[in-house]
């Protein structure tokens, strides 16, 4: 018996979480971007200190949830559960990030749609009546994905106009049972699309048919429309996934571009940065919501969001292996209202 | 989206990516490779006015152009070199050298025998596996078209 | 004049690999195993020593010229040892630069750490 299930893929949540507080950290090549003075921190060095570029994502997650549970004036033994996950192999940035804060932890893989993904378990969670407060984090470092996926770094490769940039941070987010809002009052997980997209240089048109999907059965779920969202933002789509969602989502009955905007657009100048499509990684989504989106939620410039964080779920081994890109995308209604 | 065409869907998308600025790039992959053989030119005109015999000055521009590529790397000039000319520092001699000294300086947190050691051939492993064989199999197809002694 | 022709020449060599990269999607790894098979191929069959003549290091020093090194050292190896030549001769030939990569490529390792694009 399900008592809080509508339509086929979305929760609506009896008692909405409260997301209390988040943090946001980047590196100094988003720190130069449009949406810097949204930031917690901005590094000065993307090692900070570090002996290896793993070391610093692990750092750069530790360091976020440390900085929003000070936000929200707790401390690490009131969390209940951490969510977590990041790109690199066994998502180690996570698991290491976990070792260093005692608390129950539940590691996460779904590529660059984690922020939600996690926001989306977290909050079902609380209104399950299984915590009071849990911490969603989840970060990605340019340098040791490209290591992980691409070239080493010094190797002269040209990259391609549809290739992403990986962004370098960490968003961490404290939702809890009770507390002001913004509250996450509907989740929509999303099925596993696979458009046959085999260029790994063109992540946004992997990814851009699964988001499709969950945002056309969110609406479908919740009878919402467009207009009812402030702001609709994708994870990491780019300039490619951004145009190909607009236009599949018209051919659904969906238009959304008044309010459509995608995290890896909004956080480089592209031009200026020579950033390609746009930025990607699950750390795009995370300091875009934790930073941007959940500050002007607060200011009440946006008053109801769906975020919608979008994942590529291959890895260097399917790709070589000639297998295709599936893309996953999950949403989650961030609303000041509970309703 | 369950009735996405996929073959329909890949043509789609191929036609969204913006295509890449062909006359830029070759010009820069001109200029550039055509630069770096310049390089190797003068290197060989001096070799040999220092009275070396072909053997020695081809083997000693090699060693000399891969020295250059590596050192470029070393200091973090060669990817930047990369993203402007791409094939024209990419096909050189020099390629070669950045294509083995980059991934043994990226892995130098791995260690020295499986992360440098190992991981330097990453790139340049197959040149030679495919440039050594295809040497053999063309010296012994020239010994039995009788090109022995 | 020497130096314009191994400009023109090593220019256009380069361009054809910047074409196969752009048009096709090839990897920077394809280019290259292309280009030294291509150059052992071309060399066996006579075209690219003409060009060596003409251009010098405008043809040696792309990589096509590694593979020319290659199949010029396999059949000198085996007119001078036979079958066991046509083992060694291309390494025989191509040694200086081979190991000039491993152990400049070790020193360099050893000597900086990787930085950060922009």
Known sequence: MTLKRIGTQTVKLENPPSIISTASIVGPKEG?????????MILEDDLWGQESWE???????????????????????????????????????SSYCARQLSMPYFGLYGACSTMAQSLSLGAMTIDGGFADYVACVTSSHFSSAERQFR???????????????????????????????????????????DAGIKDVNNMGAAMAPAAVDTISNHFKDTGYTPDDYDLIITGDLGFVGKDITSDLLK????????????????????????????????GCSAVVFAGYVYKELLKGSLNKVLLISTGALHSPISTQQGESIPGIAHAVTISNSKE | MDRLNKKEYEKYAEKKIPTPTYFKNIFWAFVVGGG????????RNWLFSRGLNEKQVAAGTSIMLVFIGAFLTGIGVY??????????????????????????????????????????????GPVLVYGIGSSILVGIIYLLFGGGK | MEYLKAFIIGGLICVIGQILMDATKLTPAHILVIFVTSGVILTAIGIYEPLIDFAQAGA???????????????????KKSGLIGAFTGGLEATAGGIAGAIIFGYIMSIVSNPKTKD
């Open chain 1, 32 to 40: 130069e971007g449009p949406l810097k003075e949204y930031f917690d």
């Open chain 1, 55 to 93: 070391k610093c994502e692990s750092k750069l997650q530790e360091e976020a949830v440390k900085m929003a549970l000070t936000n929200a004036e707790l401390t690490e033994s009131d969390i209940n559960y951490l969510f977590s996950g990041d790109l690199l192999n066994q998502i180690i940035s």
């Open chain 1, 151 to 193: 070239y080493p770094l010094e190797f002269g490769n040209q990259r391609p106009f549809s290739s992403q940039w990986t962004i370098t941070g960490s968003g961490a987010a404290i939702v809890s049972s009770t507390g002001n809002g913004p509250f996450v009052t509907y989740v929509t997980t999303g099925k596993v699309i």
């Open chain 1, 251 to 282: 051919q659904e009955g969906y238009d959304i571009s008044e309010v459509f905007n995608d995290s890896g657009i909004k956080i480089f100048a592209h031009k200026e940065q020579d950033t390609h499509a746009g930025g990607s990684g699950c």
């Open chain 2, 36 to 43: 770096i053989c310049v390089l190797g030119q003068f290197i």
């Open chain 2, 79 to 124: 990817d930047r070199l990369g993203k402007v000319a791409g094939a024209g520092s990419i096909v050189p001699i020099t390629g070669f050298a950045n294509s083995i000294v980059s991934p043994a300086m990226e892995f130098k947190r791995e260690g020295y025998v499986f992360g440098v050691a190992a991981r330097m051939f990453t790139i340049a």
């Open chain 3, 60 to 78: 040696s020093v792309p990589l096509t010229g590694f593979g020319y090194a290659l199949c010029n050292g396999a059949f000198e190896g085996v």
